[in-house]
């Protein structure tokens, strides 16, 4: 698993530095990265994608999502030309209650935690700016769920 975990960490930051920079506020550097991203993550890693989404993020943004036993899930987020540093972090709903399970601890504009439920549960995802290039305090981020 830490292998598999590695690999696509690695995988993925090779292929960031691909994209190239845009001056406006267009989400077109976002759109380009992850349409790159699905054809890695689909042909290249084998997994499916079960979410993809794309927004704007100047702090933090969360969403939730049902995780099933039996998969080993990869959750990635990234962020454009302007983030320098941008963190996932997860969580399961136990009774109600929000139990971090996960997180990345790396400093780049791009994470990926990996997820092997022990059982069928709510999961909140929390995507957060930790940094930003210089002049910059928002950007767009890209989010992908997926499972092998």
Same mark, same amino acid.
């Given at each position: 698993?830490?292998?598999?975990? @590695?690999?696509?960490? %690695?995988?993925?930051s !090779?292929? @960031? ?5 845009n001056s !406006? ?6 759109? +380009?990265?992850s349409?790159?991203l699905v054809?890695?993550?689909? +042909?290249d ?6 979410? @993809? ?9 969360? *969403? *939730?999502?049902?995780?099933s036993?039996g998969?080993?899930y990869?959750?990635i987020?990234?962020g ?10 997860v969580?399961? +709903?136990?009774?109600?209650?929000w139990? %971090?399970v996960?997180?990345?601890n790396?400093?780049s504009?791009? !994470? ?8 069928d =549960?709510?999961? %909140? ?5 930790y940094?930003?290039?210089s002049g910059?305090?928002? =950007?767009h981020?890209g @989010?992908?769920?997926?499972?092998e």
């Open positions: 698993m830490k292998r598999f975990y @590695l690999s696509l960490l %690695l995988a993925i !090779s292929l @960031l530095p691909t994209f190239s920079r !406006s506020t267009t989400m077109t550097s976002i759109i +380009n990265k349409s790159e054809k890695f993550v689909e +042909n890693m084998d997994m499916e994608i079960v979410r @993809l989404e794309c927004d704007i993020l100047r702090t933090t943004k969360t *969403t *939730t999502r049902i995780l036993k998969w080993t990869a959750i987020a990234y454009d030309y302007r983030f320098k540093d941008i963190d996932i972090k969580y399961r +709903n136990v009774q109600g209650s139990q %971090l996960a997180k990345d790396d400093s504009a791009s !994470s990926v935690v990996s997820i092997e439920p022990q059982s =549960g709510e999961y %909140l995802i929390e995507i957060s700016a940094s930003f290039e910059y305090d928002v =950007g981020y @989010l992908i769920i997926a499972h």
